[in-house]
């Protein structure tokens, strides 16, 4: 569906619509074919609408009279648990958002919010575009505190030493989230920096502004992200010499065990000999004597590592 702005904002077919107004749309990647010729867009434009991108740094196209790019939107910043793709063509006076993956209509309200959210009369459409990336990135705060509060749990355990058998995975899976999100800004990075270069003239100079302001919100929530990786980078650090001391420690354990009863393999290899000169074989304390040596010398040994606080 199209719209174009004046007074109020109406519904129109593109064929009607008065080139010197501001005209808008959420259509279809069948809608923006039939559409193609009266706004001039490329084939290959086109046909890229048909599905989504499989790459969220796909980039953007700069013509003489329009800008294309595409957009992917993570699960995480969706608010519909589920991956969404958009098509964005940007001339004078049109912004068109063509639906190329939107399951659950999560990014069309997220448009139409932004057409609403001025006053028709003044909406430009440098205004109307940053308008629909605030939307699109509204709730990613909650997404980054919550994100935050995680690792600061999972933290905790560490310090407490109360770390499941999948925490490994906890922390795998919160990198991996935040990896995707680190991609997700560079590519609206991507992309309000070369709206903001104007490099077709499609704004007027003077309303750059808007692109500037939207572009180092974007900016913020990228470094916040960054911080969360690198929190998280720390966490599995700490993690994994936790478990490096667990190991030191039982290794510890097992060296002074084995340095505690070592004497007895000697005392058991002597008196393995069985050679008939030896006193003790025919001594009738020898048995008792053997015990007595053989408790004597753990205990001494034991009481040697405790000094040295081997344990």
């Known amino acids: 569906m199209f719209y174009q702005f004046g007074d109020k904002i109406y519904e129109t077919e593109l064929k009607n619509a008065d080139d010197s107004s501001l005209t808008t749309g959420f259509v279809s990647g069948t809608e923006i074919a039939a559409a193609s010729l009266k706004l001039g867009f490329s084939p290959a434009n086109i046909e890229a609408c048909a599905s989504m ?4 740094r796909s980039g953007v196209e700069v013509y003489g009279s329009y800008t294309f790019t595409e957009l992917r939107i993570p699960a995480a910043a969706s608010a519909a648990g589920k991956h969404c793709c958009v098509a964005i063509f940007i001339k004078r006076n ?54 935050g509060f995680q690792l600061s749990e999972l933290e905790e355990d560490v310090v407490n030493n ?45 309303d750059l502004i808007y692109l500037s302001n939207i572009t180092k919100k974007i900016v913020r929530l990228r470094e916040d992200i960054d911080s969360l990786n690198n929190a998280a980078e720390h966490l599995q650090d700490a993690y994994q010499s936790s478990l490096d001391l667990k190991l030191n420690n039982s290794m510890k ?35 008792l004597f053997v015990i007595l040596l053989s408790g004597l010398t753990v205990g001494a040994f034991t009481l040697f590592a405790k000094v040295k606080k081997w344990f």
Not at 53 to 56: I, R, W
Not at 98 to 125: C, H, L, W
């Open 253 to 287: 354990f097992f060296t002074v065990l084995t340095t505690v009863f070592f004497p007895l393999t000697i005392i058991v290899g002597w008196y393995g000999m069985n050679f008939d000169s030896m006193p003790e074989f025919h001594w009738k304390y020898g048995y």
């Open 53 to 56: 991108n499989k790459y969220f």
């Open 162 to 206: 109360d770390t499941d058998k999948d925490f490994s995975l906890d922390i795998l899976a919160a990198k991996k989230e935040l990896l995707v999100m680190h991609s997700y800004y560079e590519q609206l990075l991507d992309i309000t920096e070369a709206l903001e270069e104007n490099d077709n003239d499609v704004f007027p100079s003077d």
């Open 94 to 147: 049109t912004f068109i958002v063509v639906d190329v993956e939107d399951p659950d209509g999560i990014i069309k309200q997220k448009f139409m919010n932004a057409i609403n959210r001025y006053p028709s009369s003044s909406v430009t459409t440098e205004k109307l575009i940053c308008a629909f990336f605030d939307s699109l990135i509204s709730n990613d705060i909650q997404f980054i505190e919550r994100t």
